[in-house]
Nanobody, 115 residues
């Protein structure tokens, strides 16, 4: 099992930046991939960015060029650097870890971007 704890959300003006963090504990060496997802009110949860154990990353088209996913293996921490934030980025952001066949989730952190 894996436990995930997110931090770093908050309120920011459009054009601003935030960095989300996700610290993992438990069976971290069995993690196949990690990622960030978000869910806005009335919408389905969507993938924002993901990174495999080998370091390959991919992004949703809506955040390419603005968001960067990274990890610090020594700290067991996953990051999401979010720049040039837009009001449509407002959502609850969730950290996720995939240990095939199960996906684990953090509790979520709110990101609100004001116009």
């Amino acid at each position: 099992q894996v436990q995930l704890v997110e931090s770093g959300g908050g309120l920011v003006q459009a054009g601003g930046s935030l960095r989300l963090s996700c610290t993992a504990s438990g069976s971290i060496f069995s993690i196949n991939a990690m990622g960030w997802y978000r869910q806005a009110p009335g919408k389905q949860r969507e993938m924002v960015a993901a990174i495999t154990s080998g370091g390959a990353s991919n992004y949703a088209d809506s955040v390419k060029g603005r968001f960067t996913i990274s990890r610090d293996n020594a700290k067991n921490t996953l990051y999401l650097q979010m720049n040039s934030l837009k009001p449509e980025d407002t959502a609850v952001y969730y950290c996720s870890a995939l240990l095939v066949p199960r996906r684990y989730w953090g509790q979520g952190t709110q990101v609100t971007v004001s116009s």
